[in-house]
């Protein structure tokens, strides 16, 4: 894996998100939750993936160690074609925002 190319400890909230693998969060974001120390940080996270999420939001409590995490986003796609509206995502993320006013 690539060095992650941003001060994680400068960051209060972080929006982490991966594709969906077999029901759960992709192998990479796996190693990422492993080897970032996230306490006192904000997660929201969001999966992206064609089919179901299955336990991926989840997962990312489970693999965190510390860290608040708050709620998630599945967005869904059907090929490359958006599935998710868009107004969900705004609106999900704009209530994100409200954690760092």
């Known amino acids: 894996l690539n060095e992650f190319p941003v ?8 929006f982490l998100g991966t594709p969906v693998w077999w029901y ?7 190693s990422f939750l492993k080897n970032h120390d996230l306490r006192g940080k904000i997660i929201y996270p969001f999966v992206t993936n064609e089919g179901w999420a299955g336990h991926a939001l989840q997962d990312f409590a489970t ?8 709620s998630g986003m599945n967005v869904k796609f059907s090929g490359d074609i958006l599935i998710t509206k868009e ?3 705004r609106n999900w993320a704009k209530e994100a925002m409200k954690d760092i006013l």
């Not at 001060?7 to 972080?14: G, K, L, S």
């Not at 693999?63 to 708050?70: D, I, P, Q, T």
């Open 7 to 14: 001060d994680i400890d400068a960051c209060h909230m972080i």
């Open 24 to 30: 759960s969060i992709a192998p990479a974001m796996k």
């Open 63 to 70: 693999n965190l160690s510390g860290g608040c995490v708050k």
């Open 87 to 89: 107004v969900q995502i």
